[in-house]
């Protein structure tokens, strides 16, 4: 069958030729027309947890925030990686987490919360 198809089209090359003009053609329509929203985000929830601790040396805040914050998160239930990154008096924690059941503007508007607050 493989070798009749093969043959044909030896033997057809114009046909063959407008028939991947047209596909060709066809394609670059659906990508062009293609709104942006069709494309899904699939992208992992991430939330930016960023905690200051004035007027201490990145390796104080490395020991005493951001080591202990990372590895609370990493405990958090379908908690994939925790990104950790001190700076001059400051701390900075990425968390890559799958939940689904949670909305994302939930997460978004805790941010802004200090320790203690609810």
Known sequence: MLSGIID???RNKFIVLLATLFIT???IYAVIK???DALPDLSDVQV??????PG???QVVED???YPLTTAML???KSKVVRGFSFFG???HIPDCCFLHIRVAFPRSRQALYPGQK
């Open 90 to 92: 400051a701390s900075s």
């Open 34 to 36: 293609t709104p942006i």
């Open 48 to 53: 930016i947890v960023y905690t200051e601790y």
């Open 25 to 27: 053609i066809g394609g």
């Open 75 to 77: 405990s958090v239930p």
């Open 64 to 66: 005493q925030v951001t």
């Open 56 to 58: 201490q040396a990145p």
């Open 8 to 10: 044909w089209s030896g």
